[in-house]
């Protein structure tokens, strides 16, 4: 018996499956593409492998015996549970995983607020975030796209211009309570200044260069809250502890809910920014293709213009 097991086939079991769902061998063979004598000899066969008779030849029909009836609930089971299995691996190999790195403000302040629109447009793509507060000239091997701070040039990528460096004044409403408005650009020097540590490699703005690109020559006070954090920084302005560099782009949407406010329309712009990275290398380019073409309609065609930077940070 059990050789007999051994070499039963899974055409043998479906084909029984049908003519017992049906009690007919001529409709299982219109269902199956056969006919009804072949699913005879097929149904001959597998009682003759089981050594047990399956179906009982009455007039006008076919009954299942009771050794069918039994049979007939475990295949039932079975293909219903191979079809569950096959559906859920074809599910999961189209299912894929676009990995993606940038910083932790980008990722909590303009990329994770979108991101459920990307998952709506390209359901059958995962984005996995790395986010990291180092620099990102080089792209370890698993990253498919990063959105890195920069000037363009990048090793091993090439990079599109996303948005540029754009910076201004901002705090939350409540610190501002009680003065005039709008502020002026003197006014600064009276409110606690939130700092933000660089990287010895970063070239993005302080106070330093911020209040003397608004006409401030004198350092601005050091400050008592320092972080080496940008997204703590701006929580700690949205509690009201400071004033905070705010960056277009990463601190709209806060302003438009009203946890922070700009004080000043005077800002800062710089020839850095943030670029899209895609690896010169070409996995998953077409995933990585529908990420960028994502992030270009996000922006809008104004806001993000064509500046294609090779790795030597050449415009092409």
Request: proline residues 4%.
């Amino acid at each position: 018996m059990a050789n007999a097991h051994a070499e039963l086939s899974l055409d043998l079991l479906r084909v029984f499956e049908a003519a017992a769902r049906h009690l007919s061998f001529t409709a299982a063979a219109a269902e199956l593409g056969t006919t009804q004598p072949a699913v005879s000899q097929q149904i001959q066969r597998l009682e003759r492998q089981l050594a047990t008779r399956l179906f009982d030849r009455v007039y006008r029909g076919i009954e299942l015996t009771d050794s069918g009836r039994l049979l007939f609930a475990h295949v039932q089971d079975g293909l219903r549970a191979i079809s569950l299995g096959l559906e859920a691996v074809g599910a999961r190999q189209q299912h894929e995983v676009l990995q993606v790195a940038t910083d932790f403000a980008v990722a909590s302040y303009w990329l994770m607020p979108r991101l459920h629109r990307f998952h709506e447009a390209h359901p059958e793509i995962d984005v996995s975030l790395v986010t990291s507060e180092r620099t990102l000239n080089m792209l370890s091997s698993e990253i498919d796209v990063a959105i890195a701070f920069g000037d363009g040039r990048f090793k091993h990528g090439e990079a599109l211009l996303l948005f540029r460096e754009e910076v201004f004044p901002v705090c939350s409403p409540r610190l501002l309570e009680g003065r005039a408005s709008p502020l002026t650009v003197g006014a600064l020097r009276e409110l606690p200044l939130l700092h933000l540590k660089p990287e010895a490699r970063t070239r993005w703005f302080d106070w330093t260069s911020l209040l003397r690109e608004l006409g401030i020559a004198e350092p601005p006070a050091s400050g008592s809250l320092r972080f080496d954090n940008y997204t703590l920084l701006i929580q700690a302005a949205i509690a009201g502890q400071g004033v905070a560099i705010g960056w277009r782009y990463l601190v709209d949407d806060l302003i438009e809910q009203g946890l922070l406010a700009r004080l000043l329309e005077a800002g800062a712009t710089s020839d850095f920014g943030y670029y899209v990275v895609q690896p010169e290398r070409k996995r998953r380019a077409r995933l990585v293709q529908c990420f960028v073409q994502w992030l270009q309609r996000e922006l809008g065609d104004d806001d993000l213009q064509p500046r294609v930077r090779n790795r030597q940070g050449i415009a092409v």
